[in-house]
C-alpha cells in the first residue's frame, strides 16, 4: 500500500495499528495502578462537552480531555465515555446523536477500534445503562462541570489517581512517539509554507494562512495559537494578533506555530532575517547553543540544570555580540540573562502542548520548584528515557523587563546601544521537539524537516 501524506495522518494508517495495541495494554497498566491506588474498580473517561459563550449559543471550538485521547485517538467526540474495569475490554461509549444542524461523528472506523467493546448511542439518556451498575466504585476523569453528566459517580479526578495517571504521562509509548513524528512532520511542512511567505513580503494574517494550508488544519484544529510575528513584534512571547498589512520594512520573522495528529501535538519556532546580515549572525549563533543544548539532553539530566546552563551559555552569546559585559555568573545573578531570557527553556509535550506532570517528582504528587528567579519554567524533572520536550532558549528586546534593571547593578552591564540595534527585529527564537534517550537523545524537528 502506498501512503500519501494525508494517509499517514489518517486514522487508518495500517502503521499505527501494532503500535497502538501495545500503547492500550501500557495504558490500561497505568489505570490497573491507578485503580488500585485509589481503592475503586472502574475507571469512566469522559472526553469532554463543548462550551457556550456567555450571553449567546454559540458553541467555542471543542477541546477534549487529554486523558480521553491517550485512550482514543478521538479528538472530535464530545458526550462520549470510555469505561475501564481491569481484566476486561475497554468499552468506548460513542455519542452519535440525531441532529441535522451539525455533522455528527462518523461510523466508528480505523487501525483503533479492535481495542474497544464500541457501544453507538443516539441519546444522552443511553449512557447510564452502559456504565457500571455500582457507581460507589467508580472515578470519573475529566471536566464534570454539570452533575447530570457525572451520573452517580462522586469522585470526580481523585487526587491519587490523577497523580499517577499524570506522572506516567510523562513517559510515551511507541506508538505516542509514532505519532509524534508525523506530528512534527506535518508542523515543519508548515514552517517551510510559513518561511517561503515570509520571504515573497506577506503579512502576518496571510503566513498564518499559508502555514494553516500547508498542514491541513483550521485554526481549533491547531494546539495552540499560532504565534506569526513580523520585526519587533517577534518580542511579545505571545503574539497573536496579527497585522493584516505587510510593514513597509521587512526586517525579521519569527514564528511558533504547530500541528497534531491523532491528539498529538508538535511545538516548533523559527526565526528569520530577511536581509541583515548582523541579524542573521545572531540567529546562527543562537541557533548552534540551541544545538549545543539539544545535544546534552539524555536521560539522568536533571532539566533544572539544564535551564541555568542555557542563561550561561547565553550569557557568553550577549557577551560576543556586544549585548553585554561581564562573565556569565554575573549577567544570571544580576539578572540581566532573564530580562532577555524571560521564560523556560523547554516543558514536556504530548496530548497538550504543554503536558502536564512537569513538575512532579513522583506519582505521589510531590513537586519539584523551579530555580529562585525562574518561575517560568515548566519542566522540573529529571528526564527520563522516551519523554518528549521542547528546547527553546530565546534572545528577546523586552523593554519592560530591561528598563527595571535601571537603576540595579544590571544596568551597567548592557550595552543598551546595541539593545537599541536588536529593539527593531524582537527577538529571536528556536524550537525542536526532542525525544530523550539512554545516552543519546532523537530529535523530532530536525529530522522531519531533513525529510522535507
Known amino acids: 500500500m502506498i501512503c500519501t501524506m494525508d494517509d499517514n495522518y489518517s486514522d487508518k494508517n495500517p502503521s499505527l495499528g501494532a503500535l497502538y495495541a501495545e500503547h492500550i495494554e501500557t ?22 462537552n463543548p462550551k457556550i459563550a456567555f450571553l449567546d449559543d454559540y458553541q467555542m471550538p471543542f477541546k ?20 475501564y ?31 474497544f467493546d464500541i457501544r453507538v448511542i443516539h441519546s444522552m439518556d443511553d449512557i447510564g445503562a452502559h456504565l457500571p451498575v455500582n457507581r ?16 452517580g459517580i462522586e469522585r470526580i479526578n481523585p487526587t491519587t489517581a490523577v497523580n499517577i495517571l499524570h506522572y506516567a504521562r510523562g513517559v510515551k509509548t511507541q506508538y505516542e512517539l509514532a505519532v509524534m513524528r508525523l506530528a512534527s512532520r506535518r508542523g515543519a511542512t508548515g514552517h517551510i509554507a510559513a518561511a517561503a511567505a515570509f520571504r515573497d513580503g506577506l503579512a502576518e494574517f496571510d503566513i498564518h494562512r499559508a502555514y494553516c494550508k500547508a498542514v ?4 481549533p484544529e491547531l ?11 517577534g518580542a511579545v512571547l505571545h503574539y497573536t494578533d496579527l497585522e493584516r498589512e505587510a510593514p513597509t520594512d521587512l526586517r525579521s520573522f519569527l514564528i511558533d506555530a504547530g500541528a497534531q495528529v491523532h491528539g498529538y501535538a508538535s511545538d516548533i519556532t523559527r526565526t528569520y532575517s530577511f536581509a541583515d546580515q548582523r541579524f542573521q549572525e545572531l540567529i546562527d549563533r543562537m541557533d548552534a547553543m540551541q544545538q549545543d543544548i539539544v545535544n546534552q539532553v539524555q536521560s539522568g539530566v536533571d532539566f533544572r540544570d539544564l535551564h541555568i546552563g542555557t542563561h550561561k551559555m547565553l550569557a557568553e552569546i550577549l557577551v560576543e555580540t556586544d549585548l553585554a559585559a561581564g562573565d556569565p555568573d554575573t549577567l544570571l545573578e544580576t539578572g540581566v540573562t532573564s530580562a532577555f531570557f524571560p521564560h523556560g527553556l523547554g516543558h514536556l509535550l504530548g496530548t497538550q502542548v504543554h503536558d502536564v506532570g512537569g513538575f512532579m517528582e513522583n506519582e505521589s504528587g510531590t513537586i519539584i520548584d523551579p530555580p529562585s528567579g525562574h518561575r517560568y519554567l515548566r519542566l522540573t524533572r529529571v528526564l527520563e528515557e522516551n519523554m518528549v520536550l521542547t528546547i527553546e532558549p530565546g534572545l528577546y528586546v523586552v523593554d519592560l523587563l530591561l528598563e527595571n534593571l535601571r537603576g ?3 544596568e551597567g552591564h548592557v550595552n543598551w546601544e546595541g539593545v537599541d540595534w536588536l529593539r527593531p527585529y524582537g527577538g529571536i527564537r528556536i524550537e525542536d521537539n526532542v525525544r530523550v534517550l539512554v545516552n543519546d537523545r532523537e530529535n523530532l524537528t530536525r529530522d522531519a524537516f531533513a525529510q522535507l
Open 27 to 48: 495504558v490500561c497498566a497505568r489505570h490497573d495502578h491507578a485503580l488500585e491506588q485509589a481503592g475503586a474498580n472502574h475507571a469512566v473517561i469522559y472526553s469532554g
Open 64 to 83: 477534549p480531555n487529554p486523558h480521553f485521547v491517550c485512550w482514543a485517538p478521538l479528538t472530535s467526540l464530545p458526550f462520549s465515555f470510555i469505561v
Open 85 to 115: 474495569t481491569p481484566g476486561e475490554k475497554p468499552v468506548l461509549i460513542y455519542f452519535q446523536p440525531h441532529d441535522y444542524w451539525h455533522v455528527v461523528p462518523g461510523t466508528p472506523d480505523g487501525y483503533w477500534t479492535n481495542q
Open 136 to 151: 460507589k466504585n467508580c472515578i470519573i476523569v475529566g471536566e464534570i462541570q454539570d452533575n447530570a453528566l457525572g451520573f
Open 216 to 219: 491541513s488544519h483550521v485554526d
Open 223 to 233: 494546539p495552540y495559537g499560532n504565534i506569526v510575528a513580523l520585526n519587533e513584534h
Open 408 to 410: 540595579t547593578p544590571a
